[in-house]
Nanobody
Framework: QVQLVESGGGLVQAGASLRLSCAAS????????MAWFRQAPGKEREFAAF????????YYAESVKGRFTISRDNAKNTVYLQMNSLKPEDTAVYYC???????????????????WGQGTQVTVSS
């Protein structure tokens, strides 16, 4: 089992930056991948960013590419999402997710991940 706890959300103005953190505990030595998803009001949850825990390889949704950066600190078992140039359309609850089992499911699919955090709210005002 892996437990995930997000933090760092808040209310900011358009153009500002925020850094989200996701602290993992439990069987972290078995973590393979981690990702950030987000869910805006009235919309389905969508993929934002992905990182391979061991190698640090990253992928991004087109909507955040160039503005968001996912990174990890293996020693702290923490993954980060640095969000710059925030827009009102970035307003959402942000979730981190992890998996410990290799899957063929694409990295942008929720089905790839077995563990989810409780989410942290990000609100961007115009």
């Amino acid at each position: 089992q892996v437990q995930l706890v997000e933090s760092g959300g808040g209310l900011v103005q358009a153009g500002a930056s925020l850094r989200l953190s996701c602290a993992a505990s439990g069987r972290t030595s078995r973590m393979l991948d981690m990702a950030w998803f987000r869910q805006a009001p009235g919309k389905e949850r969508e993929f934002a960013a992905f990182i391979i825990w061991s190698r640090g390889t990253t992928y991004y949704a087109e909507s955040v590419k160039g503005r968001f950066t996912i990174s990890r600190d293996n020693a702290k078992n923490t993954v980060y999402l640095q969000m710059n140039s925030l827009k009102p359309e970035d307003t959402a609850v942000y979730y981190c997710a992890s998996t410990t089992i290799p899957k063929t499911t694409t990295y942008s699919s929720e089905g790839r991940y077995d563990y989810w955090g409780q989410g942290t709210q990000v609100t961007v005002s115009s």
